[in-house]
């Protein structure tokens, strides 16, 4: 007879491409050593994950099997979409699941197969991942969207915005959201701070950008403000994008002769010491049509490390930065230069910011306390050792 049947552990199934991320697989870990479960695990192969992906880091295996924590996984290779639905039905009748953890955008193929193998079956608990918040789907693919999306039993969100505009899209009112719902690694024990080149004196006030060098980052909106700003503000980046070109070019401008930093596309434990040698980070995304601002990771990485936050009002990032910075009107230079100016302006401003971030990222985006609202929607926490 079937072990979960017995009364034995219930299985815990972690569904997704990312699941080899360190902030999903760390969660799944914590949950896993927490609960009396059995872990599996269905993803794709970490070699078919695009590079910028890679960058944030990966899963160590081998060092978790020696520490005792060893799911099942079992992968899903590059092929044709009806095999892909076929291999996880196979997956599904072999694994069993008690309770799902599908860490997918609800919209996404690759959670499909999941809610059309259990659509008719309500014994497994399935809970999805939520950090989109624009939902463009034509009248056909609604009806079906709404069909399998009946069959979820709740959706962990990273923003109630996000919740908002998905029940707009057609989620049904009866699936319940868990928001705020995200995870962040904390920072590395070192404490190295990068030295920032362009940093040339003690009045110099060094403003962070950090992630894709693209239109929709708002990042030439900074350039824009410090045009208006005595010349110790300046501008140091880290990341990869396709307008690369003009930030080497605005580095090439005399008015920015000395105020520009490209610092590259940082591994993970060097964005650490990244962060560490800045003043403030600023994330001015611009909405657009297709795209408005998620979680955006860079703000949780900011209030880890105490760095005060200078962010636009797109998408999520109001929510998500709370009390640990300063909000302005999208597309503004000027709305910019003025938060800017007051941050250099109020140290102690500066700190309260800092502590403020740190406070909430050790309240809701660390790992563990991530792990306590996922063990919630997945029907676990009243189950703790």
């Not at 919209?107 to 809610?115: A, W, Y």
């Not at 497994?124 to 009248?139: S, V, Y």
């Not at 611009?286 to 200078?310: C, F, H, N």
């Amino acid at each position: 007879m079937d072990k979960a049947l017995k009364g034995g552990k219930k299985r815990l199934l972690l569904h997704s491409r990312l699941a080899f991320y360190p902030m999903h697989w760390d969660t799944f870990k914590i949950i896993c050593g927490e609960y009396d479960v059995e872990p599996y695990v269905i993803t794709t192969s970490y070699s078919d994950l695009p590079e910028a992906h890679k960058m944030l880091g990966t899963a160590n295996l081998e060092k978790d099997r020696a520490g005792g924590f060893s799911p099942k996984i079992f992968y899903i290779p590059q092929t044709n979409a009806l095999k892909k639905v076929l291999l996880t039905f196979r997956y599904l009748r072999e694994i069993k699941p008690d309770i799902i953890w599908a860490q997918e955008e609800p919209v996404t193929p690759f959670e499909f197969p999941v809610l059309l193998y259990y659509l008719f079956n309500r014994k497994p608990r399935i809970i999805t991942g939520l950090n989109e918040n624009i939902f463009i789907i034509p009248w056909y693919k609604k009806i079906f969207y709404k069909i399998l999306w009946s069959r979820l039993d709740g959706m962990l969100s990273t923003t109630d915005l996000a919740v908002q505009e998905i029940r707009k899209a057609g989620m049904p009112t009866s699936v319940p959201a868990w928001a705020i719902a995200c995870g962040c690694l904390s920072p590395t024990e070192d404490k190295t701070v990068l030295v920032i080149p362009i940093r040339k004196d003690t009045q110099d006030f060094i403003i962070g950008f950090a992630g894709r060098v693209a239109e929709v980052k708002g990042w030439k909106l900074i350039i824009e403000a410090m045009r208006n700003l005595p010349p110790h503000f300046k501008l140091a980046v880290a990341g990869g994008g396709d307008q690369l070109d003009q930030l080497k070019a605005f580095q090439q401008d005399p008015a920015f002769k000395d105020r520009i930093w490209y610092a590259g596309l940082l591994p993970k434990e060097k964005l650490w010491q990244f962060y560490r040698g800045l003043d403030c980070l600023a994330v001015p995304s611009l909405t657009t049509r297709l795209w408005k601002e998620q979680s955006g990771g860079v703000l949780q990485d900011a209030m880890a490390v105490g760095l005060p936050i200078v962010g636009s009002d797109s998408g999520g990032i109001p929510e998500i930065t709370g009390d640990a910075g300063l909000i302005v009107p999208e597309n503004s230079a000027q709305a910019l230069a003025e938060a800017f100016l007051k941050l250099q302006k109020d140290p102690e401003l500066r700190k309260r910011l800092g502590e403020s971030g740190k406070k909430r990222f050790a309240d809701v985006f660390s790992l563990p306390s991530y792990a306590r609202v996922v063990a919630r929607g997945l029907g676990l926490a009243e189950e703790a050792k």
